[in-house]
């Protein structure tokens, strides 16, 4: 082979490779939103049978629900927080209810925090927002994405800032026991073939504790013999620094 077809030849291969690590889990689509207002000082929601009512109208058969709590500025920060998870917490149970029970749900506590340039009265803040998407699974089977998964440098710990596709594969696994999964492992720069296989196993574990079976999931490491950009910059280092998911069917006898 010429040295110009090699190189067309590579070329090709990367950008399809490309294309495979950038495809997404999932579409989502803005149901409905609404606000949960609360008394000073409570977390008991009013008027749940209107909340009930509102999510009896949704149809879709599957998705997840953002829902993030928020409290006025009077009393300690401390015990706003408390008061803040015990709002998301009965507004989490209500959704348990409902005909929406199997969507995931996100719970964001932001208690005190608000946008300081917008000048809004305390009781404002004295609620819970609710957003609700449709969720539908747009990844292709027995191909790599990649999980978007931030690790502390030269680790397998998971930045907790970075797990949101975490709880994505996650509920994808839930929904539907027919598929295992895949997890290759890969770091950037110098070889590391054990600290890829732990970073594959360090999304395994977080699988497996929240329910998701051991045999469903298997773990690849590949050290850094498989770079999806060059390291020209610090961007592309975290890039190259990664989990990917190939989702499996299983097979059916």
């Known amino acids: 082979m010429g040295i110009k077809r090699l190189l067309v030849f590579i070329t090709v291969l990367f950008l399809q490779e490309s294309d495979a690590f950038s495809q997404e889990f999932i579409q989502t689509k803005c149901l409905d939103s609404l606000s949960v207002f609360f008394k000073f000082g409570s977390y ?20 997840k629900i953002k829902i993030t709590s ?17 709002r998301l917490n009965s507004v989490s149970k209500i959704l348990r209810s409902t005909s929406l029970s199997s969507f995931a749900i996100d719970s964001i506590n932001k208690n005190e925090q ?4 917008k000048k809004l009265n305390d009781s404002t803040f004295r609620r819970v927002d609710i ?9 292709k089977l027995n191909s790599p994405i990649n999980l978007d ?3 502390v440098s030269e680790t397998y710990k998971i930045v907790p800032e970075s797990s949101g596709n975490l709880k994505t594969l996650l509920s994808i696994l839930q929904d539907d026991s027919t598929l295992n999964v895949q997890l290759n492992g890969h770091v950037c720069c110098r070889p590391g073939q054990e600290l890829s296989e732990q ?9 497996v504790s929240n329910g998701i079976e051991s045999n469903r999931i298997e773990c690849k490491g590949f050290s850094n013999s498989i770079p999806l950009f060059p390291r020209t ?13 190939v989702f499996i069917k299983k097979e059916t006898h």
């Open 44 to 63: 008991e929601i009013e008027n749940p049978q209107r909340l009930i009512a509102r999510c009896s109208r949704i149809k879709a058969t599957s998705g």
């Open 70 to 86: 928020y409290t006025d500025t009077i009393g300690s920060q401390k015990s706003n927080q408390k008061l803040a998870a015990k």
């Open 114 to 117: 608000r946008d300081l340039k």
């Open 131 to 139: 957003v609700i998407y449709s969720v539908e699974n747009k990844f």
């Open 149 to 151: 998964i931030n690790f």
């Open 199 to 207: 970073r594959a196993l360090a999304v395994k574990k977080y699988l």
């Open 233 to 245: 910059d610090i961007q592309n280092v975290h890039k190259n620094m990664r989990v990917e998911v």
